[in-house]
């Protein structure tokens, strides 16, 4: 079988997003200036970011919603977006989950979050997936009720699921909900069935126990590559990418690493951050189906979110690919002219 194509599979919801004019203290108002809906969830915001790249790429959706107004919407998205959603089922005895996002001017979001019929998800429902799909991508764990529990032989149900679609022929992906708290054990045991890790800095510290942001600032890229070869190390076959909003450590099982350091933008280019990690996550996995290098997947990535950056909601920032790569040769250019001029001010003092 030629194997072609990504499947985003787990979290699927309609985000409401609310943007308001500061954070209120505890008991006071605080004025919603505007509002909009928008799907929302790992796997919606992985498979609608791709399909808007415009990359003739074989998408599939696998995730559980209601049978309501938002159920509705996420399915005729799906449609909109010729996503296949064969596997996408819904339920009457519980809504769609449904996250409430709150922005501020800074672009900061606070979620209120109801999990409604993502938590119903369970091994059942990928008893019948088997297509020639090359990436199966699962998130978030964390947020998956039924999937987020033990398993006598795997650890977790989790664990076993992607254990069993390695099985099935594809390469697994997963991603994670940042959440206070320990879930090590939650976690942990999926890590041997991945070929892929995409996680955010805090998710990793809270993982590995190594430092990697503080009230100091961010920690260097040495507590970045550390934690990623021990992630590397319980398993993750190809590559783990930590990533954060001043750059991202991607490290391979050979050992490669690299530190790249995230695209700037002004303080009021920026309109939210809704799915900027989802829309990075689609790079990687994008450049990874592809066969990129670790330095150029690395910089699709930061690209994809900078573009989601763009926009409220965690879709209207992103451009097809061709686009996208012209910016992001520009700022290449940028970035080198800028190098070379410090250099030369360096040289002439």
Not at 93 to 119: C, E, K, L, Y
Not at 168 to 177: F, I, K
Not at 231 to 247: M, Y
């Amino acid at each position: 079988m030629v194997r072609n194509g990504i499947i985003g599979a787990g979290s699927m919801l309609v985000d409401h997003v609310q943007r308001i004019s500061h954070w209120p203290e505890q008991g006071w108002l605080t004025e919603i200036q505007h509002s909009e809906k928008c799907s929302g969830g790992a796997a919606l915001n992985v498979l609608f970011t791709l399909a808007r790249m415009q990359l003739n790429l074989p998408l599939a959706g696998v995730g559980m919603v209601g049978e309501d107004s938002d159920g509705d919407y996420i399915l005729q998205l799906l449609d909109d977006h010729h996503i296949d959603r064969h596997f996408v089922q819904r339920t009457a005895s519980i809504n769609t989950a449904m996250t409430q996002v709150m922005t501020t001017p800074d672009g900061q979001r606070t979620f209120f979050h109801a999990r409604g019929a993502n938590g119903k998800l369970d091994l059942a429902h990928f008893a019948d997936v088997s297509t020639s799909h090359r990436i199966f991508h699962l998130g978030y764990l964390l947020l998956l009720d039924s999937l987020d529990v033990p398993d006598d032989q795997y650890g977790t149900r989790s664990a076993r699921l992607l254990a069993q679609m390695q099985q099935r022929g594809y390469l697994t992906s997963l991603d994670l909900v940042s959440r206070v708290g320990e879930y090590r054990p939650l976690v942990v045991p999926a890590l041997r069935w991945l070929d892929y890790l995409v996680i955010n800095e805090l998710e990793a510290q809270s993982l590995t126990g190594v430092s990697l942001r503080s009230p100091h600032g961010l920690a260097g890229p040495e507590a970045f590559a550390e934690a990623a070869t021990w992630l590397l190390q319980q398993g993750v076959r190809q590559r783990v990418v930590i990533h954060a909003p001043e750059g991202a450590w991607g490290q391979q099982a050979d050992g490669e690493g690299r530190w790249q350091p995230a695209w700037c933008l002004a303080p009021e280019e920026i309109v939210g951050s809704v799915g900027a990690g989802d829309a990075f996550c689609a790079g990687v996995l994008y450049a990874s189906h592809e066969g990129w290098s670790l330095t150029e997947t690395l910089k699709l990535a930061h690209t994809c979110a900078c573009f989601n950056l763009h926009a409220a909601n965690a879709l209207d920032g992103t451009r097809p690919l061709a686009e996208m790569q012209r910016w992001m040769d520009q700022a290449i250019c940028v970035s080198r002219a800028e190098e070379a001029g410090r250099i030369t001010s360096a040289e002439k003092t």
